[in-house]
């Protein structure tokens, strides 16, 4: 994983500026205003249809905003941009499923230009997968194909990580997996915006909360508290799935 500065002169990360988003002409979030700064993270909470996942599909472009505006440190969000900034974890594993799990973090380094090295076997050890280096993709449980995506982030070479549920299909150990390596990325200078129905777990590091309401609501809020090294907080209410 590159080291990024942590310089606080820098522009933020992420800057969002009255972004909305409708589906059939009814408002699903928005619109909203919030920035990202390098070592900070962002847990966006809300109930289902809330937005949390069109949210961050708007941030990687992956979805069209009806209006707004998203910086990317200092530089309008294209798509050259957005490629260089971002990382992106979502629902469905970005995986190839006939390679082998470690063919798959080999073939994410040769699309970032990089000649093979001994990052991909210490992100399977790192992810708790070591052993199954040469299982097919398909072969993974889906707690394991989601321990191979954390991998593959944990590799790319991008400051900005959206996470969109990333404790599903994670066991407490899986869970305690990703607030570490979120962590350890924001101590590096980088930046993460984490999407949970209610979140197991705050990641130890300042962490800031952004709830989105209704599809139906339009005064999304961002809270103006931020917390400074908060400790790990116990997992709960309720129980993650099971790694299956």
């Not at 080999?106 to 040469?134: K, N, S, V, W």
Request: aromatic residues 4%.
């Amino acid at each position: 994983m590159r080291a990024m500065s942590s310089d606080t002169s820098r522009p933020p990360l992420l800057s969002v500026q009255a972004l909305a988003f409708s589906r059939n002409e009814e408002p699903v979030f928005g619109p909203l205003d919030f920035q990202v700064d390098a070592g900070e993270a962002l847990l966006v909470q809300g109930g289902n249809g809330a937005g949390k996942t069109t949210l961050l599909r708007v941030l990687a472009g992956l979805l069209r905003a009806d209006q707004g505006h998203i910086v990317l440190d200092g530089v309008p969000a294209t798509s050259a941009a957005r490629a260089r900034a971002m990382a992106y974890l979502g629902h469905l594993p970005a995986l190839k499923a006939d390679l082998g799990a470690l063919e798959n973090l080999e073939f994410l380094c040769g699309l970032h230009g990089r000649r093979p090295d001994p990052q991909p076997i210490q992100a399977m050890a790192l992810t708790g997968l070591a052993g199954y280096e040469d299982t097919p993709a398909r072969q993974l449980s889906a707690g394991q194909k989601k321990r191979l995506s954390l991998a593959r982030m944990w590799l790319a070479p991008a400051p900005l990580w959206l996470m969109d549920e990333p404790y599903a299909n994670l066991d407490l150990e899986g869970i305690t997996l990703v607030n570490r390596m979120v962590a350890a990325h924001l101590r590096s200078g980088g930046a993460a915006l984490v999407t949970t129905h209610g979140a197991y777990a705050a990641p130890p590091v300042r962490t800031r909360m952004l709830e989105l309401g209704a599809p139906s609501c339009l005064a999304d809020t961002l809270s103006a508290s931020a917390t400074a090294n908060a400790p790990p907080r116990a997992a709960g209410p309720g129980h993650p799935e099971a790694e299956t």
